[in-house]
């Protein structure tokens, strides 16, 4: 029996894509191969609400799910950095951020936030998070802790919800939680768009930390029946997040009845998914040797649903997790430079938006791999 959807409580839901076992946390990295393998695990069956069109894991248990320091889900790119320098800009302008407080409610470890302090000097910027390290820098303060409804202060210009809500158990009342502790104040939410794992074919994308999938339309749902309105929304990192900017008011709206087409949409891909699968199957196949570029959640996912496949090594940027190991598939992680000294015939690249820094990379280092982007 799955779990209620929980947006708007229905209980006609119809279950699409599972997975058998896949990590509680694909971005929690180990020491040793042995601890990678024996990860905590979890089931995935996405459900899609008949009523309100709303898609996420039926069986998801939000009791399993600790985020501490051993959490880690940086991305030490360029192109990522210039992305948020985009977002952080144009958040600046639209809401003249020169002075007063901006929160952002579970923010990791505060990059994000970082380059906005450092892009308006004039805001004091606190980010709220559990698995965060307790700082205080100039206009840059991080708080380990979870959003409690006393958290914002009066001078609150801003309130940063990003790539959080997809994380939530109930969405509508934490969303509702957070209006009543800032009543219109805007609240700028970032989230992976839903439609574009489908019509991308990118069945690595799903996870078990992700227990909501939102689409424009579930994302809108879900604001206004937490209260908010004047709701402007956009896609972005080409199409595969999408952000909203809404205010609450706290007049929860009612839910209007438009899940078949969400249901048709997630039949369709559900169907679709055994010939994607087949094709990267295909091309490990074909190759002598293959490594994975992007262990985040991308490359972690797709190494455990390979199987025995041979895939044993991946690439990623992220020092922290260089040398490490990752959960269950107990694939080791390596810095760029690990492939001059053991060229990989094929480099599966998990994000197409690196594709040109991770090919300026291994032009650098004189690999000549073939890139297979995902």
């Known amino acids: 029996m799955y779990r209620a959807c929980p947006v708007c409580n229905g209980i006609d839901v119809v279950p699409s894509i599972s997975r058998a076992k896949i990590p509680l946390l694909q971005n929690r990295v180990y020491d040793t191969k042995k601890e990678a393998v024996a990860a905590a695990w979890g089931r995935l069956t996405l459900c899609t609400c008949g009523r309100c069109g709303f898609s996420y894991n039926g069986e998801f248990d939000e009791r399993h799910i600790i985020y501490d320091q051993h959490y880690n889900n940086d991305v030490s790119s360029q192109v990522f950095e210039l992305y948020s320098e985009q977002i952080a800009r144009h958040l600046i302008k639209k809401f003249g951020l020169t002075s007063g407080t901006v ?10 936030l970082r380059i906005l302090c450092r892009l308006a000097p004039g805001i004091n910027g606190i980010g709220i998070d559990p698995s965060c390290t307790p700082t205080v820098e100039d206009n840059f303060t991080l708080i380990q802790d979870v959003f409690h409804s006393s ?14 809500l997809e994380h ?9 939680e957070l209006g009543k502790a800032a009543p219109n104040i805007p609240l700028y939410v970032e989230v992976p768009e839903l439609g574009w794992i489908f019509e991308n074919g990118a069945f690595w994308d799903f996870c078990y930390e992700h227990c909501n999938y939102f689409s424009p339309d579930s994302l809108r749902t879900t604001l206004q029946l937490a209260g908010f309105s004047d709701i402007e929304q956009s896609s972005s990192f080409g199409g595969q997040y999408q952000w909203a900017i809404a205010t609450a008011n706290g007049v929860a709206a009612t839910v209007s009845s438009i899940g078949a087409d969400a249901i048709k949409l997630a039949q369709s891909y559900s169907a679709s998914e055994s010939v994607e699968m087949e094709k990267v199957q295909a091309t490990i196949s074909s190759s002598g040797s293959t490594a994975i570029w992007g ?9 455990c649903l390979l199987g025995d496949k041979v ?9 922290k997790k260089q040398e490490k190991f990752a959960p269950l598939s107990g694939v080791q992680i390596h810095a760029p430079e690990w492939l001059k000294a053991n060229p990989a015939e094929t480099i599966l690249v998990m994000n197409s938006n690196y594709e040109g820094e991770i090919r300026e990379a291994l032009r650098q280092l004189g690999v000549g791999s073939k890139i297979v982007v995902m």
């Open 103 to 112: 929160y952002d409610v579970g923010c990791g470890k505060g990059t994000f």
């Open 151 to 164: 958290s914002f202060q009066a001078d609150t210009k801003l309130v940063l919800l990003r790539h959080v």
């Open 168 to 176: 939530i158990t109930m969405p509508v009342e934490f969303l509702t």
């Open 295 to 303: 262990m985040a959640t991308k490359g972690v996912i797709l190494s």
């Open 311 to 319: 895939v044993t090594n991946g690439i990623d940027i992220n020092g």
